[in-house]
T-cell receptor, first 113, second 113 residues
């Protein structure tokens, strides 16, 4: 199955700054997604990264806060903008395999101070 | 949108016993139901999935059953081992190559010696 490399694996950031997370897939995938996971909790979908068009955001998430790029079928970025301590979380990217099974990057543990 | 409930939130079993985790979903159009295992600090890993055209699927010690009429599905782990200790998430989607997953709240399984 395909493999996603996600970076950075962790970061500590000052409030008010922005962090861009990158995901690289080793093969082309139709769909990529971005999730947020608070420690000890489930995965919440932030948005679907659409290749060549604007991302589709879930309720409660907006483009100005979480801009997403997907320039091709193997790469996507998520930016967490104007960060506050409430943005501290684990961010995961995901791709869909040939049988529509989802696989994940290793996650980015973000701490905002 | 889809809503997935998962029970129990924690489960402790003795090594060699069986473990059962149950999920219910709300959208009758959902037709793909994967289960993920997430070890501490690691990415979620797909362990088994089922589609709505089958009622049961088994892979060695792991099985999943699906009742579309009642809109619930379950994960069964037999002969549990300490390495089965992890958080397990169920999920549901419409299936296909463009479908997002809605996750359950997770079950923390502890297998004791």
């Amino acid at each position: 199955s395909a493999v996603i490399s996600q970076k950075p694996s962790r970061d500590i950031c000052q409030r008010g700054t922005s962090l861009t997370i990158q995901c690289q897939v080793d093969s082309q995938v139709t769909m990529m997604f971005w999730y947020r996971q608070q420690p000890g909790q489930s995965l919440t979908l932030i948005a679907t990264a659409n290749q060549g068009s604007e991302a589709t955001y879930e309720s409660g998430f907006v483009i100005d806060k979480f801009p997403i790029s997907r320039p091709n079928l193997t790469f996507s970025t998520l930016t967490v903008s104007n960060m506050s301590p409430e943005d501290s979380s684990i961010y995961l990217c995901s791709g869909l395999g040939g049988a529509a099974e989802a696989f994940f990057g290793q996650g980015t543990r973000l701490t905002v101070v | 949108g889809e809503n997935v409930e998962q029970h129990p939130s924690t489960l402790s079993v003795q090594e060699g016993d069986s473990a059962v985790i149950k999920c219910t979903y709300s959208d009758s159009a959902s037709n793909y139901f994967p289960w993920y295992k997430q070890e501490l600090g690691k990415r979620p890993q797909l362990i088994i999935d089922i589609r709505s055209n089958v009622g049961e699927k088994k892979d060695q010690r792991i099985a999943v059953t699906l009742n579309k009429t009642a809109k619930h599905f379950s994960l069964h782990i037999t002969e549990t081992q300490p390495e089965d200790s992890a958080v397990y998430f169920c999920a549901a989607s419409l299936g296909g190559t463009a479908s997002k997953l809605t996750f359950g709240t997770g079950t923390r399984l502890q297998v004791t010696l």
